[in-house]
């Protein structure tokens, strides 16, 4: 496995591995890797012959107040782990390599950028578009593997591409979740034992939504109320959001149909976890 520092020497290694015949596949992460990340590994490699995969925490998508400073950060330990995933190229830029002094470009989509998170972390998705753009524009992919757990980036990022016109497929891979059902996360490290129970309330609020839309309720107000009140059990969580939108806009509907997408965010002490469905 290769450690790349440079977007000039990532860009090289991939329009040489492209040379070669060989399908590159970029799998974007933060770093403090787990299953739900090495699925996105496995993944790439089944569809490509050349992975990188990116660990950057990113400072734009973070806001004043958050936790950019104490995001975990464990590279060692990443580096082992997509060793031996059979992982062929590490990217690993600093701050400088991938904002230069003074830079003043981003990347904005506007309308779903301030909606699901983008309304509760201000700025948050012009970071996330800005940077998996120059991660793009670096590795040159033919494909780049993203988790549903994040699907509100995912419709941002999915506008961004075909706005774009950018030459690659966007692979979004099922949320992995632990034997409980909390959604693998990062993130999940900040909690106490506490509040690991507690924040399971997210995966059963949501199985709720599920269990009563199959049994024919649509109507998408019912359905976020039901959530509300399963919620409401753990007193300690605080709900961010509840909504029920389209995959593709982010905007919310009235009546709930197949491959509506169900998300829920909530604070769990300190800690802000998100979760989502696709009915």
Known sequence: MRLIETIAELREWS???????????LVPTMGALHAG????????RERCQAVAVSIFVNPTQFGPNEDFSRYPRTFAADCALLEAEGVDVVFA????????TGAATFVEVEG????????????????????????FLAAEPDHAFFGQKDAAQVAVLRRMTRDL???????????????????????NRYLSPEERTQALVLHRALNAVETEFRAGNTR????????????????????????????????PVEEATSGTLVAVAAWVGATRLIDNLIL
């Open 165 to 187: 016109a950018l030459p690659l497929e966007l692979v979004v891979c099922p949320i992995v979740r632990e034997p409980d059902g909390l959604a693998m996360s990062s993130r």
């Open 112 to 135: 779903l950028s301030s909606r699901l998170d983008g309304l509760s972390r201000p700025g948050h998705f012009r970071g996330v578009a800005t940077v998996v753009t120059k991660l």
């Open 15 to 25: 329009r040489l591995s492209r040379g070669r015949g060989r399908c590159v596949g």
């Open 37 to 44: 990340h090495l699925a996105l590994v496995r993944a790439a």
């Open 220 to 251: 998408a107000e019912s359905l976020k109320a039901l959530a509300a009140a399963i919620f409401a059990s753990e007193p300690a969580v605080r709900i961010d959001y509840i909504e029920a939108v389209d995959w593709e806009t982010l905007l």
């Open 93 to 100: 830029p600093t701050v400088e390599e991938m904002y230069n």
